[in-house]
């Protein structure tokens, strides 16, 4: 099948998450066994516009990475804090809920930033247009990430 340019990149960076892949080639083949087309060329311009680079990898080979996925995982709070402080305007809480709230249109952009931020206490969201849901693990509670969040937003 032939997806659009967002499937087929998160298609990419998901087989650059589960393995090693070594060449441009490598990756068209692996594509092509989950049903992706994809050429070579449009495989390298994906690769540079997720800004791919080459890592050594244990054992010494070298393979691609999307270094922002690293860096969203492991320093969570850049990113985030300037999603939150740009688009959140409020922030409420119950039980092991949190309700932020957005102008109309960015409740996905916070989600988002959200679901990638690796929070540990942070199970997941559910947005709408300018209302999302986050849902906390019962022993953090939605007071305690409710209270982390508006930090992060500054409000």
């Known amino acids: 099948m032939t997806l659009g340019k967002p499937q087929r990149q998160h298609r990419i ?6 393995q090693a892949v070594s060449s441009q080639a490598q990756l068209v083949e692996l594509l092509a066994a989950d049903g992706v087309v994809a050429t070579q060329a449009t495989v390298s311009r994906d690769l540079e516009e997720l800004g791919a680079v080459k890592v050594r990898i244990p054992g010494g080979t070298m393979a691609y990475a999307i270094p922002e996925h690293a860096k969203d995982l492991s320093a969570p709070d850049d990113h985030l804090r300037r999603v939150m402080g740009e688009f959140v305007v409020d922030v409420a809480h119950s039980s092991n809920l949190v309700v932020l ?3 109309p249109g960015s409740a996905h952009v916070v989600a988002s930033a959200l679901d990638r931020s690796g929070m540990p206490d942070v199970l997941g969201t559910v947005a709408g247009d300018d209302t999302l849901i986050v849902v906390c693990s019962e022993q953090a509670g939605g007071a305690q990430i409710a209270s982390t969040l508006a930090g992060l937003a500054g409000l």
């Open 13 to 18: 960076t998901r087989v650059l998450e589960e």
């Open 101 to 103: 709230r957005t102008p």
